[in-house]
């Protein structure tokens, strides 16, 4: 069974720095591009960063400059450093990643969403 758990979410005042986590978990044959999306509320969810297996990155562009993208593919974990936040960065931060499986198909996975507050 293939989990993507996030870790990293909670209440930052703004201007100030948080480090999301991501780790796939299961039997992993080896994974493609990851990225991070996020939905506020009443919005669609939108990408925030993604990077491809050799590193290539992408950002949207509220969060070009502010946020960094990263992983460790041996660990299997993607990072989305966020610093410089804003109250309008607030959302639910989902991780998303195209896995293959031994048991299965190339196939996209969703994580269960950590909540990023900004606030004073």
């Known amino acids: 069974q293939v989990q993507l758990v996030e870790s990293g979410g909670g209440l930052v005042q703004p201007g100030g720095s948080r480090r999301l986590s991501c780790a796939a978990s299961?039997?992993?044959?080896?994974?493609?591009?990851m990225g991070w999306y996020r939905q506020a509320p009443g919005k669609q969810r939108e990408l925030v960063a993604s990077?491809?297996?050799?590193?290539?990155?992408n950002y949207a562009e509220p969060v070009k400059g502010r946020f960094t993208i990263s992983r460790d593919n041996a660990k299997n974990t993607v990072y989305l450093q966020m610093n410089s936040l804003k109250p309008e960065d607030t959302a639910v931060y989902y991780c998303?990643?195209?896995?293959?499986?031994?048991?299965?198909?190339?196939?996209?996975?969703w994580g269960q969403g950590t909540q990023v507050t900004v606030s004073s």
């Open positions: 299961g039997s992993i044959s080896s994974i493609n591009d």
């Open positions: 998303n990643a195209d896995l293959l499986m031994t048991y299965a198909p190339w196939n996209n996975y």
């Open positions: 990077i491809t297996s050799d590193g290539r990155t």
